[in-house]
């Protein structure tokens, strides 16, 4: 779950293109927009596949071109710039941070090569078949914290019970490359000599599935709360991971709280 902390990097770098883009585009990037900022609080796994939990805190960062109707966004969304935008689909460049991991974050890590921060950059695409449900999906590449892809799917179904109060929830589904997983689920033969693991080289497949869901209250109209809630069950090579077997567990949970604040202006 290191990917769903610090992301802020990224909106700074969308925001520094779009004037070029406006100007190049001209009337395709005029129109209105909003910029949605906040922070997040949250316990989860003190790494993906642990057993053991922490607190952490996590800036929210989202821009987007507005629409006729209300948008639906997600926790889980990447940092994401709607170059396409329908009503009924969206798509364009998304980006995430990646944290760094080492045995300073838990001491099940002891032994085994250290993760550097870097980042994840694809796209993404999102389709609304009806009003109340949202399908979306990431790809992503790797740089400097691992060389892998990995992707996201995420269907939710969202519900106004007040004008004020919106329940949403659904499955979610991760897979990525055997470069991804070797990087935070392999061990080669120097690490199970150092940490004690057994020796593990794993290939590409199916990483978890699971589901979400959260609670947003739009206390006013331009900041929203939110109380949230995961399940994931770690799958194929990652729960084959004898760092996950030995030391952790393919059972993640999450539960936090956040608040936006939402900016509109227009290009």
């Given at each position: 779950?290191r990917?769903?902390?610090?992301?802020?990097?990224?909106?700074?770098a969308?925001?520094?293109?779009?004037?070029?883009?406006?100007s190049a585009?001209?009337?395709?990037?005029?129109?209105?927009?909003?910029?949605?900022?906040?922070?997040t609080?949250?316990t989860?796994?003190?790494?993906?596949?642990?057993d053991?939990?922490k607190?952490?805190?996590?800036?929210?960062?989202?821009?987007?071109?507005?629409?006729?109707?209300?948008r639906?966004?997600?926790r889980?969304?990447?940092?994401s710039?709607?170059l396409i935008?329908?009503?009924?689909?969206?798509?364009?460049?998304?980006?995430?941070i990646?944290?760094?991991?080492?045995?300073g974050?838990?001491?099940?890590?002891?032994?085994?090569?250290?993760?550097?921060?870097?980042?994840?950059?694809g796209?993404?695409?999102?389709f609304?078949?009806?009003d109340w449900?949202?399908?979306?999906?990431?790809?992503?590449?790797?740089?400097?914290?691992?060389?892998?892809?990995?992707?996201d799917?995420?269907?939710?179904?969202?519900r106004?019970?007040?004008?004020?109060?919106?329940?949403?929830?659904?499955?979610?589904?991760?897979?990525?490359?055997?470069e991804?997983f070797?990087?935070?689920?392999?061990?080669?033969?120097?690490e199970?000599?150092?940490s004690?693991?057994?020796?593990y080289?794993?290939?590409?497949g199916?990483?978890?599935?699971?589901?979400?869901?959260?609670?947003?209250?739009?206390?006013?109209?331009k900041?929203?709360?939110?109380?949230?809630?995961?399940?994931s069950?770690?799958?194929?090579?990652?729960a084959?991971?004898?760092?996950v077997?030995?030391?952790?567990?393919?059972?993640?949970?999450?539960?936090?709280?956040?608040?936006?604040?939402?900016?509109?202006?227009q290009?």
């Open positions: 779950m990917n769903l902390l610090i992301r802020p990097a990224f909106a700074g969308f925001m520094l293109v779009l004037p070029a883009a406006a585009e001209g009337r395709w990037f005029s129109g209105n927009w909003y910029l949605e900022v906040g922070a609080g949250f989860a796994p003190k790494f993906d596949g642990d053991s939990y607190f952490a805190l996590s800036p929210i960062i989202s821009l987007g071109k507005a629409g006729n109707e209300a639906f966004s997600s889980n969304d990447g940092i710039l709607g935008d329908t009503g009924n689909f969206r798509a364009g460049p998304v980006g995430r990646v944290l760094s991991r080492d045995s974050d838990s001491d099940d890590l002891e032994g085994l090569d250290p993760i550097e921060v870097g980042v994840e950059v796209g993404f695409a999102e609304y078949p009806t449900l949202r399908l979306r999906g990431e790809l992503r590449r790797g740089f400097n914290a691992h060389d892998g892809v990995v992707g799917i995420n269907i939710d179904a969202f106004d019970v007040t004008p004020e109060v919106r329940l949403s929830g659904g499955p979610r589904l991760s897979f990525a490359s055997a991804y070797d990087a935070y689920y392999g061990v080669d033969a120097a199970a000599t150092a004690g693991l057994s020796p080289s794993p290939g590409g199916l990483k978890s599935y699971g589901v979400g869901g959260a609670v947003d209250w739009k206390t006013t109209e900041l929203t709360t939110s109380l949230f809630a995961e399940y069950r770690l799958t194929g090579p990652a084959d991971s004898s760092l077997r030995e030391r952790g567990s393919p059972n993640q949970y999450l539960l936090g709280v956040s608040a936006t604040y939402r900016f509109d202006f290009l």
